[in-house]
Each structure stands twice: as C-alpha cells, then as structure tokens.
C-alpha cells in the first residue's frame, strides 16, 4: 500500500501555506454561496410582498367592481321585471345579455326559496349547478344582508362568485355572478404583477383537510402539486420557501362557503437570481488559482531561508553527537534563528571544553594514553566481569629499560618522543576493543587484555610487546635509542582487588627486572602474602643497593 508522509519542515511550510489559500478561498465560496443565497431570498422576498399586496388590491378591487355590477343589476327595473315573470326563455335571455355587458363568466338565478331557477352553465345537468351553488345561496338566505361570497365547483371547473337578492320590493329571487379560476384567469394576474400564480383550494370536511385542488397555476402542474405537498400554505397569508424551486407567499381568499378553503399562491423561482451570483464562482477559482502561483514560489524562497539555518543547526548537532566539536554554525541574521545559532556554537564550545577537562582528567597529557585513574576504572569493570561471567583478564605492567640515560644524554624532548613512540607501539598491541593501553606516569605504562587466560597466548603476548618495545627508535636521522621493558604479568581473580592486582603486577615487574631486563615474569594467583611480602623485601634491599 502506498504511504506519503512529508518529513522535510520546508515541505509542512509550503503545504501550511498551499492549505490555507486553498481553505481560505474555499471558506470564501462558501460564505459567497451564503451571501448570495440568503440575498436572493431577502430580494426575492421582499418583492413577494410588493407582489402580494398588489394581487389583493387587484383582486379586491375585481370582486368589488363585480359585487358593484350585481347590486345595479339587481336594481334594474328591466331585470327585475323580468325575473319577476319566472319565464325561463325571458329569464335565460336577460341572463345572457347581462352577463356579456357584467364580464362575468357564470351566472345563476335561485328563487327566494332557494331553489335553483336556471344559469348560464350549459351542457351540465340541473342537479349538479343546484349542488353548487346550494350551500352559498343558504348562507345569503341566513345572513343580515341575504348575500353571500365563495368558491363553488361545477364540474371541473371552480368559480368565484357573489350571490345577491333580487327585492321588488320584497324579496323575490336570488342572482349569482362569478368568474372562473383557471390558468388564463392567474396568467392574467401574472401580467400585472410580474409573479407565477397559482390558485389552489382545500376541501374541508369540519377541521380535516383533504388533497390540494390546483384551479389555475402559470407554472406547470408537476411543480405546483410538489410545492404544495410540502405544506407551504399551512398558515394565513404564510411565507414558505421550498429550496428546489421557489419561494412562496400565501394569500387567504375569504370565504362564505364552509367546503372549501381557497388560497392565492405567489411563487418566484429564486434559484434564477442566485445563479447570476455563482456566476462568479470562476473568477473565484482563478483568483485562488493565481494566488496560489504567486505565493508558492515566495514561499519556497521564505521557506528556504527559514528552514536552511535549521538544517545547518541540524547538521552540525549530528555532527556534535558523533563527538565532532569543530562544527560552528554561521548565520547572518539578526533574528531567533541567528540568536539560536550563536547559543548553538557557545553550548558545543561548552561540549568541548567539558570533554577536554574530562579528557585531561583521564588521560596521560603527553601521550594521550589512558592515565592511572582510568586503568583503575578498567580494573574494577574486569573484576567484575571476572566475578559476575567468570572471564579473566590479565594486566601486563611495563617498565622501561635505560630510559634514565635518554633524558640525560639527549635531552627531555628526546625523552618525549621516545614515551611517545612506546605509546603508539603499545596502542598497536590492545587491538581489540576491550584491551587498554596506559601511561601510569613516568616510564611506567600498563596492558590490560580481558577475557584470556590462556598461558600460552599471554606469554606469546608478552614476547611481542618486548621485541616491538626493543626496537630502536629514531630521534632524529643520525640518531637512534634502544631502550628495553621488563614487563610483570598478573591475572585477576575472585580475592583480589585493584590495589592488589596492581601490586601482584608490580611485584612481577619486580622480578622480570631482577632476572636481567627486557624479560618478563608472571604472578601467580594462588601465590601467598608471604611469598609476595618475602619479594618485597628483596626489592627494598635492591633500591637501598
């Protein structure tokens, strides 16, 4: 599976960088996308309501006028004598020619019993006219006023009518005006006040309320039954919104007529004006495009010159840990990151200094060797090795042969390079990792070989250390030193300890320089402390001697 991490600091600031343009301009849409939405539907709002309040004058005025128109009528002495007559040709014949001069699209005569006389409706039976405009005309019959206002449904068609009484003086019959909702009816409104329109009406059965009846609509049927499945005119005169399409405003038409419950529908489709907003989506996108090319290459460069002293700091500290003190970390700025490399390089010279005394505390100045406190150190850790994994180790003690006469004829420079070329020779033979090779001081250095215990090697060992030490040495290119070692070998062992190892090998050194020089002797471990005091004495009386 492939991965991609980014490690490189440089890589985190380019792709910060990249991430927040790429964020921001995206944030940036979005609000854009908020901005222009929330402002297509407060513009698109308010004009629903200009819109509203100008289809209710209209409608109003409409319905007065015809109201008006009825109230002459019934007045007219002519129409009044002829429904007074209760002929249906004369009656029908009035009826026609009134309706054409009213502009009414249904007209109806009921008598003062409430019993349907005759209308202007043709090709529909009797019953089905007098079904619906019953209701209405009992409701004129029961008001102050015997007049009445509401919807009545007469086939497939809905009608806004008006019933008024017909007086001479009494009351002698009932007259019905009305128009009909349909699509031409609201495309009429539409070209007023510039909003689709849609007519719809509930039948209501007490408080229960049935499917919505679409009577008239500028919008096609499809969206109008999917606005109103969505229970957009739930309220009085309410504002719904329906995000697919459009944003609705609905007007309550009154109602004398307790079947159905008739609403005006104001809907302009909103998402037409919020595409003209996305329409700068684009430049967006290019601007964020552009931004992004522009500041990728100034961040490469801020991103080079913030993240190069880090990785010189970096550098130099692996460096630092492999014990390289030279590093110095340069860095010609005036800020934290050149303030952090001044206390870099003050810190290694700190390093340094500490390893040097550290250094100096456990080293021969002149020779570089291990110095006796550091063989101590050794001794104990062999001890127990010795102790704890039963591994011997062996220390070989070195005395120089007529080193004395050196310093006297030739001088202490000489003297030095003479140590100093022992010390090379001596650090020749502690080849492996866990031998050491020291300068006790003097002319006295030592040889601590761990894990061997075998005799045979040690003494193979020792012959080589004092053939390499017998070789002459150069001082300069007339002269050359022959010196000589005699050389005391002492194991380790579980009794002993480093004051007695020392001293075992000393004491063997003893003996090596007794027996002639340039020769070595072994200490036994099981040797006494009688055996190895009886030594000592001989030596005290040799150095008194």
Same mark, same amino acid.
């Given at each position: 599976?492939?991965?991609?991490?980014?490690?490189?600091?440089?890589?985190?600031?380019?792709?910060?960088?990249?991430?927040?343009?790429?964020?921001?301009?995206?944030?940036?849409?979005?609000?854009?996308?908020?901005?222009?939405?929330?402002?297509?539907?407060?513009?698109?709002?308010?004009?629903?309501?200009?819109?509203?309040?100008?289809?209710?004058?209209?409608?109003?005025?409409?319905?007065?006028?015809?109201?008006?128109?009825?109230?002459?009528?019934?007045?007219?002495?002519?129409?009044?004598?002829?429904?007074?007559?209760?002929?249906?040709?004369?009656?029908?014949?009035?009826?026609?020619?009134?309706?054409?001069?009213?502009?009414?699209?249904?007209?109806?005569?009921?008598?003062?019993?409430?019993?349907?006389?005759?209308?202007?409706?043709?090709?529909?039976?009797?019953?089905?006219?007098?079904?619906?405009?019953?209701?209405?005309?009992?409701?004129?019959?029961?008001?102050?006023?015997?007049?009445?206002?509401?919807?009545?449904?007469?086939?497939?068609?809905?009608?806004?009518?008006?019933?008024?009484?017909?007086?001479?003086?009494?009351?002698?019959?009932?007259?019905?005006?009305?128009?009909?909702?349909?699509?031409?009816?609201?495309?009429?409104?539409?070209?007023?006040?510039?909003?689709?329109?849609?007519?719809?009406?509930?039948?209501?059965?007490?408080?229960?309320?049935?499917?919505?009846?679409?009577?008239?609509?500028?919008?096609?049927?499809?969206?109008?039954?999917?606005?109103?499945?969505?229970?957009?005119?739930?309220?009085?005169?309410?504002?719904?919104?329906?995000?697919?399409?459009?944003?609705?405003?609905?007007?309550?038409?009154?109602?004398?007529?307790?079947?159905?419950?008739?609403?005006?529908?104001?809907?302009?489709?909103?998402?037409?004006?919020?595409?003209?907003?996305?329409?700068?989506?684009?430049?967006?996108?290019?601007?964020?495009?552009?931004?992004?090319?522009?500041?990728?290459?100034?961040?490469?460069?801020?991103?080079?010159?913030?993240?190069?002293?880090?990785?010189?700091?970096?550098?130099?500290?692996?460096?630092?840990?492999?014990?390289?003190?030279?590093?110095?970390?340069?860095?010609?700025?005036?800020?934290?990151?050149?303030?952090?490399?001044?206390?870099?390089?003050?810190?290694?010279?700190?390093?340094?200094?500490?390893?040097?005394?550290?250094?100096?505390?456990?080293?021969?100045?002149?020779?570089?060797?291990?110095? =006796?406190?550091?063989?101590?150190? &050794?001794?104990? %850790?062999? $001890?127990? !090795?010795?102790?704890?994994? #039963?591994?011997?180790?062996? /220390?070989?003690?070195?005395?120089?042969?007529?080193?004395?006469?050196?310093?006297?004829?030739?001088?202490?420079?000489?003297?030095?390079?003479?140590?100093?070329?022992?010390?090379? =020779?001596?650090?020749?033979?502690? &080849?492996?990792? %866990?031998? $050491?090779? !020291?300068?006790?001081?003097? #002319?006295?250095?030592?040889? /601590?070989?761990?894990?061997?215990?075998?005799?045979?090697?040690?003494?193979?060992?020792?012959?080589?250390?004092?053939?390499?030490?017998?070789?002459?040495?150069?001082?300069?290119?007339?002269?050359?030193?022959?010196?000589?070692?005699?050389?005391?070998?002492?194991?380790?062992?579980?009794?002993?300890?480093?004051?007695?190892?020392?001293?075992?090998?000393?004491?063997?050194?003893?003996?090596?320089?007794?027996?002639?020089?340039?020769?070595?002797?072994?200490?036994?471990?099981?040797?006494?402390?009688?055996?190895?005091?009886?030594?000592?004495?001989?030596?005290?009386?040799?150095?008194?001697?």
């Amino acid at each position: 599976m492939l991965s991609f991490r980014i490690t490189s600091f440089r890589e985190r600031i380019l792709l910060a960088t990249a991430g927040i343009i790429i964020l921001s301009q995206a944030l940036s849409i979005v609000l854009f996308d908020y901005i222009a939405i929330k402002n297509a539907q407060y513009l698109i709002t308010r004009d629903l309501e200009r819109s509203s309040d100008y289809f209710s004058e209209m409608f109003d005025y409409r319905f007065e006028q015809l109201r008006e128109n009825t109230t002459l009528l019934v007045n007219d002495f002519g129409f009044k004598s002829a429904i007074a007559t209760f002929n249906l040709e004369t009656i029908n014949s009035a009826m026609l020619n009134h309706k054409k001069r009213l502009d009414a699209d249904v007209m109806a005569i009921f008598n003062k019993d409430g019993q349907y006389v005759s209308s202007t409706v043709f090709g529909v039976l009797d019953n089905k006219v007098e079904q619906a405009f019953s209701l209405l005309v009992t409701r004129a019959n029961q008001s102050a006023n015997s007049s009445a206002v509401g919807l009545a449904s007469i086939g497939a068609q809905k009608y806004q009518v008006i019933i008024v009484p017909v007086k001479a003086p009494n009351l002698v019959a009932y007259v019905i005006l009305g128009f009909i909702l349909d699509k031409e009816f609201a495309m009429d409104f539409k070209s007023y006040i510039q909003t689709d329109l849609t007519f719809v009406a509930y039948k209501s059965n007490g408080e229960a309320r049935k499917e919505p009846m679409i009577m008239g609509s500028t919008v096609d049927q499809f969206d109008s039954e999917n606005i109103f499945q969505k229970n957009i005119i739930e309220q009085e005169r309410g504002l719904g919104i329906d995000f697919g399409q459009f944003i609705t405003r609905t007007i309550s038409i009154p109602q004398d007529n307790p079947e159905f419950k008739l609403y005006a529908v104001l809907q302009k489709p909103w998402r037409e004006l919020f595409r003209e907003y996305t329409s700068y989506r684009p430049y967006l996108m290019f601007i964020t495009a552009l931004l992004l090319a522009i500041s990728i290459p100034i961040t490469v460069r801020i991103s080079r010159r913030v993240t190069r002293p880090v990785e010189l700091l970096v550098d130099a500290s692996e460096r630092v840990e492999k014990g390289d003190y030279t590093a110095h970390v340069t860095i010609s700025q005036n800020d934290e990151l050149g303030t952090l490399a001044d206390r870099f390089n003050n810190m290694v010279k700190g390093l340094a200094e500490r390893d040097r005394m550290k250094f100096m505390a456990y080293h021969d100045g002149l020779t570089g060797l291990p110095n =006796r406190r550091l063989v101590k150190q &050794a001794l104990d %850790e062999a $001890l127990l !090795a010795h102790h704890e994994k #039963d591994l011997v180790s062996v /220390l070989m003690l070195i005395d120089l042969d007529n080193f004395k006469p050196v310093n006297d004829t030739y001088g202490h420079d000489a003297g030095d390079a003479v140590l100093l070329e022992v010390a090379k =020779r001596l650090n020749s033979l502690a &080849a492996r990792k %866990e031998d $050491l090779a !020291a300068r006790l001081g003097g #002319d006295e250095f030592a040889l /601590l070989l761990r894990g061997i215990d075998d005799k045979d090697i040690i003494e193979k060992k020792a012959h080589e250390l004092i053939e390499l030490i017998r070789n002459p040495i150069e001082i300069n290119a007339a002269d050359k030193i022959y010196i000589g070692a005699s050389v005391g070998i002492a194991y380790s062992s579980e009794d002993t300890g480093i004051d007695q190892w020392l001293k075992n090998a000393d004491l063997a050194c003893y003996v090596a320089k007794d027996a002639g020089k340039n020769t070595y002797a072994i200490t036994e471990p099981d040797e006494t402390e009688e055996e190895q005091t009886e030594k000592n004495d001989d030596k005290d009386e040799e150095e008194k001697t």
